[in-house]
């Protein structure tokens, strides 16, 4: 009998899962990080002095963060998850900018655990029902973004990157084989990937509030897989992005997830996000 790996006890059954409640429970912490960053970001001064007073607590892990940094495998992430759940609720919503900061901490923490053990691990034998969890997220954050987050921030609505108008050589660019499960569900989409365009990377460098809840396909050519140093490509994802001073320098760090390592999500400075957006498309 093969041995069983420790991450297998979060596997859940198919019957157990409910997509719907995945999605809206994964779209919440994104909602929090997407809303607090942007909201952050008007006040990048003192919000950086916040953020250094709360990482000098004894008890509080500073970002990037990863799942098992508050959760070790063979854990239980409730235990993580509920006091988080409740520490959000208890900030919600924020009266101050110390709320925003503590709030954006907690729930960046919430979702780095929740997206390995109750997507990642638990999903590991199902998947056509995390693509449909994840369809049902990208539904959610995109009706989110086009109603709440427009009416919390005009300005940064307006500016934000619509479709792009230009194709560009990327949609050329051959796409990371597909499982069987995901050719056969696209096979009666005639639309092409759409590339991310110049202008809509900038955006999503601008305020990467934005790109919270939207999935990529990179497929960079292979001369830039050696001349670039690319390590990574297929599907990836943002799933928070920590802005702070480097001696004087304004610096983000983004944990992203990838097709190779679904799991533990990889921190990135913001010109490996950059040559990836590059030579991405939208997933579909």
Known sequence: MASQHPSDQYKATRESVDVESLAQELSRYLKITAEDTEFLSHHASHRDELFAELYKQFDVKSGPFSANQFVQVGGNPDAHLVPANAEIERLTPPKTL???????????????????????YALLDHPDLERQLQQRKTQIMDEWRKT????LFPESAANAPGPSATPTA???????????SESSAGASDSSAPRPVSDDEAAQFLRDPGTMLGKRFVCSPPEDALYSLGFEDRGLWEVVSC???MDEGVVDREY????????????????????????????AV
């Open 148 to 151: 709440e987050f427009v009416r």
């Open 242 to 244: 920590r802005v702070h």
């Open 98 to 120: 110390e709320d925003r900061v503590a709030r954006l901490h907690v729930a960046s923490a919430a979702l780095v655990v929740f997206n390995q053990y109750k997507v990642g």
């Open 255 to 282: 944990m992203v997830l990838t097709e190779e390592d679904p799991d533990y999500p990889l921190p990135m400075g913001e010109s490996q996000v950059r040559d990836m957006l590059r030579y991405s498309t939208f």
């Open 170 to 180: 990327l949609a050329s660019l051959p796409g990371p084989p597909l499982s069987s």
